[in-house]
C-alpha cells in the first residue's frame, strides 16, 4: 500500500474513445504529478499540480487533460489518442515545495488499438 | 545535454553479495537527489534520498553516495537478497516554483542470482 491508488490498472481503448484514469492520494499531500512510463523511455514528466494549481505542462498533447478537484484527487482525460500513447500512466504526490520525495501509485497500463 | 542515465544496462549478483548501482546526473544546479525501486507492475519505489550539501546517507542495507564534483550518484545494497531484484532509478531533482521537478534516470535492472 503506498498510499497513492491508481484506478483503472488496466485500460484497453480505441482510438475514438474518451476515457478518464483517477488518481487518490491518502498522504495528505499537496503537489500531485501525472508521469508517461514507456519502453525504453526515461519516466516523462506531463503535469504537475501544487495547491489542485496546474504549475507544470511539459509539452503534452491536448488530447490529454488534466484535472485537480482538490488537493487529493487528480484525474487525467483521455480523448483521440494514439497508438504511440499506450503507455504507463503513473501518478505521483509529494508534499508540495521543498526537496520532498514524490510517492507514486501503480499506474495505470493503457493499450490503445 | 547529457540526461540522467537513458540506458537499462543489468547488474546480475549472486545472493548475499554487496550490489552497486552507478548513476551519471547531468545538471549541477540540481540538489536533491533520489533512488527508486520498481518492481513489476508496480509504480516506483522511494528507497532513499540525499540532500546535495551530503556525500553519504545510509538507510537500512542501503547506502546512496553523492559526488558532486563527477556529478555521479551511487546505490549500494548490502547482502542482495532475491527480493531486491527489480529496476533502480536515480532521480535529480531542480526546485523551482511548480514544485518538485524530477528527471529520471534510465533505469539499472539488478538480477540476483539465488
Known amino acids: 500500500e503506498t498510499g497513492v491508488t491508481q484506478t483503472p490498472r488496466h485500460l484497453v481503448m480505441g482510438m475514438t474513445n474518451k476515457k478518464s484514469l483517477k488518481c487518490e492520494q491518502h498522504l495528505g499531500h499537496n503537489a500531485m504529478y501525472w508521469y508517461k512510463q514507456s519502453a525504453k523511455k526515461p519516466l516523462e514528466l506531463m503535469f504537475v499540480y501544487n495547491f489542485k494549481e496546474q504549475t507544470e505542462n511539459n509539452s503534452v498533447p491536448s488530447r490529454f487533460s488534466p484535472e485537480c478537484p482538490n488537493s487529493s484527487h487528480l484525474f487525467l482525460h483521455l480523448h483521440t489518442l494514439q497508438p504511440e500513447d499506450s503507455a504507463l500512466y503513473l501518478c505521483?504526490?509529494?508534499?508540495?515545495?521543498?526537496?520532498?520525495?514524490?510517492?507514486f501509485g501503480d499506474g495505470t497500463r493503457l493499450s490503445i488499438l | 545535454g547529457e540526461s540522467v542515465g537513458l540506458h537499462l544496462p543489468t547488474l546480475s549478483v549472486q545472493e548475499g553479495d554487496n550490489s552497486i548501482i552507478n548513476c551519471a546526473y547531468s545538471?549541477?544546479?540540481?540538489?536533491?537527489f533520489i533512488w527508486y525501486k520498481q518492481e513489476s507492475g508496480k509504480g516506483p519505489q522511494f528507497i532513499i534520498d540525499i540532500r546535495s550539501n551530503m556525500d553519504k546517507r545510509q538507510g537500512q542495507r542501503v547506502t546512496v553516495l553523492l559526488n558532486k564534483t563527477v556529478k555521479h550518484l551511487s546505490l549500494q545494497i548490502a547482502a542482495t537478497q532475491p527480493g531486491d531484484s527489480a529496476v533502480y532509478f536515480c532521480?535529480?531533482?531542480?526546485?523551482?516554483?511548480?514544485?518538485?521537478?524530477?528527471?529520471f534516470g534510465g533505469g539499472t535492472r539488478l538480477m540476483v542470482k539465488p
Open positions: 505521483a504526490s509529494s508534499q508540495g515545495q521543498g526537496n520532498q520525495p514524490q510517492h
Open positions: 545538471n549541477s544546479a540540481s540538489d536533491y
Open positions: 532521480a535529480e531533482n531542480l526546485l523551482n516554483n511548480a514544485g518538485n521537478m524530477l528527471t
